[in-house]
Nanobody, 124 residues
Framework: EVQLVESGGGLVQAGGSLRLSCEAS????????IGWFRQAPGKEREGVSW????????YIAGSVKGRFTISSDNAKNTMYLQMNSLKPEDTAVYYC?????????????????WGKGTLVTVSS
């Protein structure tokens, strides 16, 4: 069974940091591109960052560039999102997802597997 399980969300004050984790199971981690998305109340789901664990160009959204960093530990089948200098507008449910290589990553429907999400709340 394919599973993506996010953890690490919570409540943090503006300017603080959180590290989200996404543990994958049921598929070969190296065969997929793993990414992070977020959805704020009343807004569409948007891509935050992604890269292929087997190499390739990474994507980072302009709104988080310089503050968020994506990384992976292939031995643990886990992807991370380090979030620094958090702002109230970063408040959202954060999801990890997996897509086949060379998919059109900018299209939500290209992402084959999804986790259930973890809530990040940034207070002002």
């Amino acid at each position: 069974e394919v599973q993506l399980v996010e953890s690490g969300g919570g409540l943090v004050q503006a300017g603080g940091s959180l590290r989200l984790s996404c543990e994958a199971s049921g598929f070969t981690f190296d065969d997929y591109t793993i990414g992070w998305f977020r959805q704020a109340p009343g807004k569409e789901r948007e891509g935050v960052s992604w890269f292929s664990s087997s190499g390739g160009r990474a994507y980072i959204a302009g709104s988080v560039k310089g503050r968020f960093t994506i990384s992976s530990d292939n031995a643990k089948n886990t992807m991370y999102l380090q979030m620094n200098s958090l702002k109230p507008e970063d408040t959202a449910v954060y999801y990890c997802a997996a897509a086949l290589p060379k998919s059109d990553y900018g299209v939500i429907t290209s992402w084959k597997y999804w986790g259930k999400g973890t809530l990040v709340t940034v207070s002002s």
